[in-house]
Structures are given as C-alpha cells and as structure tokens.
C-alpha cells in the first residue's frame, strides 16, 4: 500500500489551496472499507488530526480551527482523497500528512493508522 500526497506550497494568508492524496495496493474496493485522514505537524508542534472521512465519503470529522474552512472528501473510483484548504492562516502552516486504515473507522490517534504517505509542506505567508 502506498500513499503519495502533493499539492504542497507557499500561499499567502486567506488564500485556497488543495492537496491530493492518491492511494494505491489496496485490495477490494476503497469504498468498502478504507477511512483516510489528513493530519499535520507544524514546526514544535505536535501531529495533530485535521480531518477524516469514511469510506462511502460521510460523515467526515475536522478538527475545529478547521471546520467551515477546510473541506475532505474522496474519489473513490479514482482512488485519490482531497483537503480542500480556504481561507489559510499563518498557523497553518504545517507538513500535512495522509493517512489510512480499514474498517475501523475515524480515529484522531495518529498511531491508530497503518498507513502513511510523505508529507507535503504547506506554508502560510502573512
């Protein structure tokens, strides 16, 4: 299994960008069993869970700095997982991550998944 991030980059304070995450090497089809969550780390800071979202694309979850500004949602049939980011702020600033796990639903533990892609950068000028 591997996933790969990318939209990464620099974005001036309230600006929009979208990472994607394509999923690959999973068995059967994503929509049956795969949850996929974005988290980030900024600089000192610890991992921290931004969003999640079930396999059939609801409920999704967001860490509440983030809610109304920030959307998740899945391809299934493409295999690729969104974060739509709006209205950025300096504070989120961060390498974002992708993550994965089947079957047992959302969790914000980082440890909780078993996958994980390389990060992607993301920077929030003022």
């Known amino acids: 299994v591997q996933l790969q991030a990318s939209g990464g980059g620099l974005v001036q304070a309230g600006g929009s960008r979208r990472l994607s995450c394509v999923a690959s090497?999973?068995?059967?089809?994503?929509?049956?069993?795969?949850?996929f969550a974005w988290f980030r780390q900024a600089p000192g800071k610890e991992r921290e869970a931004v969003a999640c979202i079930t396999p059939g694309g609801g409920p999704t979850y967001y860490l509440d700095s983030v809610k109304g500004r920030f959307s998740i949602s899945r391809d299934n049939w493409e295999k690729v997982v969104y974060l739509q980011m709006s209205s950025l702020e300096v504070e989120d600033t961060a390498v974002y991550y992708c993550?994965?796990?089947?079957?047992?639903?959302?969790?914000?533990?980082?440890?909780?998944?078993?996958?994980w892609g390389p990060g992607t950068l993301v920077t929030v000028s003022s």
């Open positions: 090497g999973f068995a059967l089809n994503l929509n049956n069993y795969v949850f």
């Open positions: 993550a994965a796990r089947p079957f047992q639903g959302c969790s914000g533990r980082g440890g909780a998944y078993n996958y």
